[in-house]
Nanobody, 120 residues
C-alpha cells in the first residue's frame, strides 16, 4: 500500500535550478534512509545522494556542492535541490526509500521517476 510520488521535474536552462520532491504515502510505519538516483540515456542508474534518518547526507562527486538532499520526516518527503544545473545532469531522477509498512518489514520502495532536462 506504500507509494512514492515524485514531482518537480522539468526543463531548465544550464545554470538554473530545480527542486524535486518525493512523498511517501499509504501505510507507512517508519522510513529509514532515503535517496535519489538518476539514469541518463545509455547509462546505468547511478546514486546521486542519500540522506539517513538522522539527517546525515552523502553525494556523488558529480553533484557535490551543487545539489542538496533533505527530508521532512513529518511529511514523509525527501527533496533534492539542484542548483547550477548542467546539461550532463539530464536524466530521469528516481527516489528510493527504505520503508517499513505497517505490519510488515523494511523494504526498498521506488518512485516512478521524473524527467529533468537541462538545455545548453
Amino acid at each position: 500500500q506504500v507509494q512514492l510520488v515524485e514531482s518537480g521535474g522539468g526543463l531548465v536552462q544550464a545554470g538554473g535550478s530545480l527542486r524535486l520532491s518525493c512523498a511517501a504515502s499509504g501505510s507507512v510505519a517508519r522510513i529509514n534512509a532515503m535517496a535519489w538516483y538518476r539514469q541518463a540515456p545509455g547509462k546505468q542508474r547511478e546514486l546521486v545522494a542519500t540522506v539517513a534518518s538522522g539527517g546525515s547526507t552523502n553525494y556523488a562527486d558529480s553533484v557535490k556542492g551543487r545539489f542538496t538532499i533533505s527530508r521532512d520526516n513529518a511529511k514523509n518527503t525527501v527533496y533534492l535541490e539542484m542548483n547550477s544545473l548542467k546539461p550532463e545532469d539530464t536524466a530521469v531522477y528516481y527516489c528510493k526509500a527504505n520503508i517499513r509498512p505497517i505490519y510488515s518489514s523494511y523494504y526498498d520502495f521506488w518512485g516512478q521517476g521524473t524527467q529533468v532536462t537541462v538545455s545548453s
